[in-house]
């Protein structure tokens, strides 16, 4: 069989190492020779020649394997077991040695214990398939130069090396062209990696069986294929999807409605680009194209799982994302790895939980996640009691609210929250658990972990299993609370004994001391370290209910508000000061309020961050600047209504309000090639971003862009707009 030209799996002729899966080629040729009786060599049909695998191939892939019956059988062959006996026969003569199942494999396929999916046209025959249709033109090269996607490219392998030409088009495509008849052999728009570029396309090959499809980098320094990949529906229907794995979906565009495809209406009426469904006899696939050739853009799927339109702005010298999808970074499974948890306000996206930290920190620093998270200290599984016999403390629950359950929790039945703790703290692979009516846990790594906040629904607590020395002691930040309020009284305490003592002050003198007054003034002395600035805030000052920050004229106010009078959501906003109206100019957590102002605050993090935390001191919103030195942060409200954190070692802008407007673009404000947007609130007592926007895009030095949910709407000429009064209703 070995030496039996036809037979022959190509790893005999091209060099390359020999495995057991040169006889599962044999075997496939062979099998394909059994259910039809027919020779490998060739097949004759009405006076056509064809190549017979090539031939019986393409009736697989076209679902009509009835015809390779053998005609002496008289139809009387169960149909289903020749359709899984032909799809094995071609996965066997796969041109590649790993694409081939194993001997095992193939036996469980016919017995029908594993399933087999429509193969696709082994490259190798694919030549001798085209190379007959070729003989169906009488001038195959002039339909090849036609230049229409959907016209036939006819791929053969040169038999003359001398006559073949790599040429790099300005639509970016490497071509391998035969000078003698002008015929593209190869191209790269047939092998993108992880960018679809304009003119390129996504879409699958009715006569080859070949999908073209994008798969992201590993990370960002390293592009060997990552887990994500973007293609047409492999289950057949007209629309786009990204997979994980290869395998999962967890994000589809929706049909083509002939339009756009409908959960992206953003790709249907752009300017930018024009997108474009073919579905003929040959092909079906997705392109792109552009209008204005000096538009420079590209649509690239990150190593995260994002894809993005990106376009060049020339004079910021940056990419501006056009659309994203997923519109959450949090809806990518498993974005953070295992015990990561996403978090929309944290500036790095991903963050470790309590007792974890990363895995491989060089990964983390290039915003790689994948890795995870990886616990400090290791678990102590045993007893149930806290202490051990050397009297080592045992494990613990650390409580985290308002999170987005983990996939894949094990439903356990009992009565209530302690027996649902118990049975965690007994398992010890236990690395988790949450009880609301039901008690859920945890036996593996924790994937998809997400904070959610106020405006999110559908969040629980999860009680995270660590072991005791990562667990945060409450005595110590007691003694930290203690220590803060001792301090904030030395003054007061020599006050008050000089009072006691008048004889050693005669020159000051007070009425009767009193226990009232006694307690007046240590209240008084207890509030004195909220009062602020009149319109900054700084690192140890925060602000809650009532107090506010006025700009240095007091033109504008910041604090907390309410936009209606029938519940009880406050938000963080600026207004007019001097106007009888409360007019609201912005909004910080626009689409999380929160509910007692008195609990939250507003203050600078640690890392230098405007944050607000919510009555359980969760963050709900944050500046999310880079992060700096929190001493030499300050927040000031401007008289421009502008609020910026600034670095007081520098005097530097590192955070400001006017680069995040919300639906009130404001004088002084600016439209820059960073993108700024304003966009509407629900309604006139919900100030919750919907669908309309408006947003700026300069495509170049003269030109500005309005754009509606990311669709060019109307052009303004440029420059032109410094004298000119803009309203927005």
Not at 61 to 88: H, N, Q, T, Y
Request: net charge negative; proline share 6%; charged share 15%.
């Amino acid at each position: 069989m070995r030496g039996t030209i036809g037979y022959l799996a190509p790893e005999w002729i091209s060099g390359l190492p020999i495995s057991p899966k040169v006889d599962v080629y044999s075997f496939g040729m062979m099998l394909f020779e059994i259910i039809s009786s027919q020779k490998n060599s060739m097949y004759f049909e009405e006076g056509s020649k064809y190549h017979y695998p090539s031939w019986a191939a393409q009736k697989v892939i076209e679902g009509d394997e009835k015809c390779l019956f053998d005609s002496k059988l008289g139809g009387e062959a169960d149909l289903e077991e020749v359709k899984r006996a032909s799809r094995v026969a071609c996965w066997c003569i796969q041109d590649e040695e790993i694409d081939r199942p194993t001997m095992g494999q193939v036996v469980q396929i016919l017995e029908g214990v594993l399933e087999v999916n429509v193969p696709r046209i082994p490259r190798s025959l694919q030549h001798l398939m085209e190379d007959h249709i070729s003989h169906m033109y009488d001038d195959v090269s002039s339909v090849a130069k036609q230049g229409a996607i959907s016209d036939l490219v006819v791929e053969f392998d040169p038999s003359n090396s001398n006559a073949s030409t790599a040429v790099l088009l300005d639509s970016s495509n490497l071509i391998l062209t035969d000078s003698v008849n002008s015929l593209i052999i190869w191209q790269s728009f047939d092998y993108p990696g992880d960018t679809w570029m304009p003119g390129g396309w996504l879409g699958f090959n009715k006569i080859t069986g070949e999908y073209q499809s994008i798969t992201c980098w590993e990370n960002p320094e390293n592009p060997a294929p990552g887990p994500f990949s973007q293609s047409l529906d492999p289950d057949g229907s007209d629309q786009s999807v990204i997979l994980y794995n290869r395998s999962q979906v967890y994000l589809s565009s929706g049909l083509w409605n002939g339009q756009y495809f409908s959960l992206v209406p953003v790709t249907g009426r752009q300017s930018v680009f024009n997108l474009t469904f073919i579905n003929n006899r040959e092909r079906k696939y997705a392109i792109y194209t552009i209008e204005d050739s000096s538009v420079i853009t590209r649509y690239v799927l990150g190593s995260s799982g994002l894809g993005q339109q990106l376009l060049w702005l020339s004079n910021r010298q940056e990419w501006q994302p056009v659309f994203t999808q997923p519109l959450s970074h949090c809806d990518v499974p498993s974005v953070c790895g295992p015990f990561g948890l996403c978090d929309l306000e944290s500036p790095s996206l991903c963050r470790c939980p309590q007792g974890f930290e990363p895995a491989l920190k060089e990964e983390w620093e290039l915003n790689d996640w994948n890795s995870g998270c990886k616990r400090k200290s290791q678990l102590k599984c045993g007893t149930t009691s806290n202490l051990n016999r050397g009297g080592e403390e045992k494990d613990g629950f650390f409580m985290m609210i308002n999170m987005r359950l983990p996939s894949n929790g094990e439903k356990l039945m009992v009565r209530n929250a302690e027996e649902c703790e118990m049975a965690c703290l007994n398992n010890c692979s236990c690395s988790a658990y949450s009880f609301n009516t039901s008690c859920l846990i945890w036996t593996a790594k924790l994937q998809n972990l997400q904070q959610l906040y106020s405006s999110d629904h559908g969040g629980g607590t999860v009680y995270l299993r660590l072991a005791a020395a990562d667990l945060p002691s409450t005595n110590n930040s007691h003694k930290v609370k203690t220590t803060v309020t001792i301090t904030k009284f030395p003054s007061f305490a020599c006050f008050i004994n000089s009072q006691m003592d008048s004889k050693n002050n005669p020159c000051f003198s007070l009425p009767p001391f009193y226990p009232s007054f006694l307690f007046f003034f240590f209240f008084f002395s207890l509030k004195t370290h909220l009062s602020l600035p009149t319109d900054s805030l700084s690192l140890g000052q925060s602000l809650s209910g009532n107090q506010t920050l006025i700009s240095k004229e007091g033109n504008f106010e910041l604090g907390f508000f309410s936009p209606s009078t029938s519940d009880n959501n406050f938000y963080i906003g600026i207004w007019y000061k001097k106007l009888p109206t409360q007019t609201i100019v912005w909004v910080a957590n626009r689409d999380a309020p929160i509910f007692d102002t008195s609990s939250a605050e507003l203050k600078i993090s640690d890392q230098g961050n405007l944050v607000l935390l919510n009555g359980s001191k969760s963050p709900i919103w944050s500046s999310s600047s880079t992060p700096s030195n929190s001493n030499a942060t300050t927040a000031v409200l401007l008289d421009s209504s502008n609020l910026i954190l600034t670095n007081s070692v520098n005097s530097s802008i590192v955070w400001q309000s006017f680069d995040h407007p919300t639906d009130t673009f404001m004088p002084g404000g600016w439209i820059t090639g960073e993108y700024q947007s304003i966009t509407c609130w629900e309604n006139p007592e919900n100030p919750a971003p919907v669908l309309f926007l408006t947003a700026w895009t300069q495509m170049d030095q003269t030109n500005l862009f309005y754009y509606t949910m990311g669709l060019k709407y109307t052009g303004v000429v440029g420059y032109g707009m410094a004298s000119t009064s803009l309203q927005f209703r």
